[in-house]
């Protein structure tokens, strides 16, 4: 977590004004991790149309992970472009694995409106998709960004450890 200042555009005839106002910063909670692309749709709200999406993020163990549903709202051009670029390989089913940025983390409870447990309700995890660091479709690597903070996991391959100079 780290406080950024908040970027406001000066007003070149209130010059005088802008240095002695102080600038507003925040603390940012955002969530990195892996997991797999489902459920892409657009959604029209008072503010327009705009695309969500769910993913099913991995945790554990890789030989016996855990999945944490996260409920997206895709923030930003290029997320939202590369999410949209993903909507026929979530459509025909492929296996979707995304490295991604989550931010503003709400837990809500949603009620199940289809198949055998329809009316019960269960815990939702909400947030903003803000950065989509990788793709790999059926395996595949099809985007990476310029700059990542994770890797995509290697295809089949067992993972390298490494371990302290003085370890045990």
């Known amino acids: 977590m780290a406080a950024t200042p908040n970027a406001t555009p000066s007003n070149p005839s209130n010059a005088s004004n802008s240095s002695s106002q102080p600038k507003a910063e925040f ?9 797999y692309l489902n459920n892409i749709r657009k959604v029209q709200g008072n503010n327009g149309e705009f695309t969500c999406a769910v993913i099913n993020a991995l945790s554990g163990p890789t030989d016996n992970a855990s999945y944490t549903r996260f409920d997206v709202t895709i923030a930003g051009k290029e997320s939202v472009s590369l999410i949209n670029r993903c909507q026929k390989s979530v459509d025909e089913e492929k296996q979707v694995l995304i490295g991604f940025v989550l931010s ?34 059926g395996g595949q690597i099809v985007f990476k960004s310029e700059k990542p903070t994770s890797t995509p996991p290697a295809q089949s391959a067992e993972a390298q450890r490494s371990y302290a100079e003085n370890s045990f």
């Open 27 to 35: 603390f940012n909670l955002n969530v990195t991790g892996i997991g």
């Open 104 to 137: 503003g983390l709400v837990a809500d409870v949603f009620t199940l409106s289809k198949g055998e447990h329809a009316g019960e309700s269960r815990p939702s995890l909400k947030a903003r998709l803000i950065a989509v660091e990788w793709i790999k479709i």
